[in-house]
Nanobody, 115 residues
């Protein structure tokens, strides 16, 4: 069974950067589609970025050019580098794994962008 643990959230000023990490257990990481979602207060959870097992990526329009998703299969870890952060990026960020329809969520890490 896959387990996901996020880290790297915190408080950052507008314009700053953070890197989120998601460590996965299990043996299927390299064959899984890994994604980052976020949920802001009072809003629905939304897809931020995703990366396939082959390394193809896609991003929400709101983060294109600012966020970068990457993965290290040797470390069973997926990252989200977030630059030029805006107050609107404040949310709980969740790691998600999809292995042939088997979906797993992490517990989330809070990112707060505020001066």
């Amino acid at each position: 069974q896959v387990q996901l643990v996020e880290s790297g959230g915190g408080l950052v000023q507008p314009g700053g950067s953070l890197r989120l990490s998601c460590a996965a257990s299990g043996r299927v990481f390299s064959r899984s589609v890994m994604s980052w979602y976020r949920q802001a207060p009072g809003k629905e959870r939304e897809l931020v970025a995703a990366i396939t097992s082959g390394g193809s990526t896609n991003y929400a329009d709101s983060v294109k050019g600012r966020f970068t998703i990457s993965r290290d299969n040797a470390k069973n870890t997926v990252y989200l580098q977030m630059n030029s952060l805006e107050p609107e990026d404040t949310a709980v960020y969740y790691c998600h794994s999809n292995y042939f329809g088997m979906n797993t969520w992490g517990k989330g890490t809070l990112v707060t962008v505020s001066s």
